[in-house]
């Protein structure tokens, strides 16, 4: 039987073997990065930003990485910490650019990111053309220019252009979810046109494909989505059978995403709760 002290030294152990590994990791970095590997200025920035979090020094890292190496995941983790104002002044509309330029790089997630924030933008453009009496009209024309060329996003967010900011958005969603296989833009857009948000129209055939391709993707609410559409016949035909193997890959979905099989039990409480037989 371990004793306490025995365990407080093995945890004594176990941190400093774990803070030389760290410091093993920062010279590697450093070395690679000062030899001007993106992937190695890249890991530098996380470095900083996870284990000391110090977002001003991360933010260092990533700006050239992204700007001038054209690092697409060093532009998505910059975009971040404009958007949360971690390290940097906070500044939405340089996270704009940035997920947009990390979106033209390769990044998805980016892609997902910039198309979310344009459609955000352009409903509260459209709000602002009508405030409420004593409501000050936001102004989009500040920030940005982190991106020298500037963005198609940003140049429609600072003319107040809610219909281009759609249509960017819904190219930059797009090129997340075809070009790039990122799952969450796919669901993103699908939910948007499943209930008609953000002043697009509904259009549920649509974004039934759009789930189906990210329920392919183990997105597991697109999966359940797409069940509660079949058992309802919402926008495609009413299919129980459907509506089953679209709750089996929910659960398959949770399972890719825990690396743990569901327990039956589980499954058993899932199926009751939200399978066919659930339809009221």
């Known amino acids: 039987m371990m004793t306490p002290a025995r365990r407080k030294r093995d945890l004594a152990k176990s941190d400093a073997e774990q803070r030389r590994i760290d410091e093993e990791k920062y010279v590697g970095f450093s070395v690679a ?5 993106a ?8 470095w900083y930003a996870v284990l000391r979090a110090n977002f001003s020094k991360a933010a260092e890292l990533y700006r050239p990485n992204c700007l001038e190496r054209g690092y697409a995941n060093s532009c998505f983790n910059l975009g971040l910490l404009f958007g949360a104002g971690k390290g940097v002044q906070k500044d939405r509309t340089a996270a704009l650019e940035l997920f947009e330029r990390g979106c033209e790089l390769g990044n998805g997630d980016a892609c997902d990111l910039a198309g979310r924030s344009l459609l955000e933008a352009a409903a509260r453009a459209e709000s602002a053309d009508s405030p409420a009496e004593g409501a000050a ?15 198609a996003g940003s140049a429609a967010l600072k ?66 989505n797409l069940m509660l559409m079949h058992v309802r016949g ?7 059978a459907k ?17 743990v099989r569901m327990p039956e039990y589980l499954q058993e409480r899932f199926r009751k709760n939200h399978g066919p037989e659930a339809r009221s």
């Open 159 to 224: 003319a107040g252009d809610a219909a281009a900011m759609r249509a960017h958005a819904d190219k930059l969603l797009q090129r997340g979810c075809v070009d790039l296989e990122n799952a969450t833009a796919c669901k993103f857009l699908g939910e948007v046109l499943l209930v008609g948000r953000f002043g697009h129209p509904m259009d549920k055939p649509r974004a039934a494909e759009l789930l189906e391709t990210a329920c392919d993707r183990f997105e597991m609410t697109a999966c359940r």
């Open 137 to 151: 009209k936001p102004d989009a024309t500040r920030g940005g220019g982190i991106v020298k060329t500037g963005s």
């Open 234 to 240: 919402d926008g495609v035909p009413k299919d129980f």
């Open 243 to 259: 509506a089953e193997e679209f709750r089996q890959r929910s659960v398959a979905a949770v399972e890719q995403e825990s690396g």
């Open 33 to 37: 990065c000062n030899n001007d590997e």
């Open 39 to 46: 992937n190695a200025c890249h890991s530098l920035g996380e």
